[in-house]
């Protein structure tokens, strides 16, 4: 049975909601059937009650959840300027909910729900119908989800870092401008300090693929 007190109020939609909230604020790797319950104060069999599945369910419903909240742009006619601005649109849902773009493209059978399959099928059809051919398309794909990846995992590994980092960073270097070891390091860490994730998404993205047009000599 459901137990009693806050459990009243939610249905599986609900408990769907606090999760994206849950996800949001400490990370997918963190929920459980127990640590949701617990952060709604209810207790775990109540969400079993609307997850029979476990925490398997309770990752797919997250995760298509997620992606619901991508909306992908129109195509036009250049298939790269699309693919930067789909990357720009999927970096902007996933890196809000740590952890699920790491599940995304996991390509485990647990994580390829219905969300990242439809996902996927949309990308592949636009670059198939914009005359690439089937390798192509699939070396297209691997090439922005392998840069989109990296970006997720910046966003996500500098998520807590306090606004005073920077200048922490900078105290351990040194007084010594010459010492060997941190010469070079001193010539750029002002720029390194300021990079953040997303900052070069679409320039970085961009420059692969007019890279790879270029190679193969597939036009825009």
């Known amino acids: 049975m459901v137990a ?5 109020r939610f249905n599986r939609a609900a408990f ?15 929920l459980s059937m127990r640590s949701l319950g617990e952060a709604l104060g209810v207790s775990h069999m109540a969400v079993y009650h609307h997850f029979p599945g476990g925490r398997d369910e309770l990752l797919q419903v997250t995760t298509d959840a997620v ?7 129109e195509f036009s ?11 720009e649109r999927v ?13 995304v493209f996991a390509r485990h059978p647990v994580y390829l729900t219905s969300g990242v399959t ?10 198939l119908n914009a005359g690439l051919t089937e390798a192509e398309a699939v070396e297209v794909w691997t090439v922005g989800e392998t840069w989109l990846v990296g970006q997720l995992w910046i966003a996500e590994a500098t998520r807590d870092r306090p606004p ?43 420059d ?3 890279g790879f047009s270029r190679r193969t000599g597939r036009t825009r």
């Open 118 to 127: 439809e996902m996927i099928d949309t990308i592949m059809g636009t670059l």
């Open 208 to 210: 692969l693929l007019t």
């Open 67 to 73: 992606l619901s909240q991508i909306d992908l742009p």
């Open 4 to 8: 009693t007190g806050r459990t009243g």
């Open 164 to 206: 005073s980092a920077p200048a922490e960073i900078r105290k351990l270097f040194p007084n010594n401008r010459a010492a060997d070891g941190t010469r070079n390091l001193r010539r750029v860490a002002r720029l390194l300090l300021e990079e953040s994730a997303g900052k070069h998404l679409s320039s970085g993205l961009r």
């Open 91 to 103: 970096f902007d849902v996933l890196s809000r909910y740590p952890g699920v773009g790491a599940h």
């Open 77 to 87: 006619d250049d298939w790269i300027e699309w693919l930067v601005q789909t990357a």
């Open 16 to 30: 769907t909601d606090e999760m994206l909230a849950f996800v949001s604020d400490r990370g997918l790797d963190q």
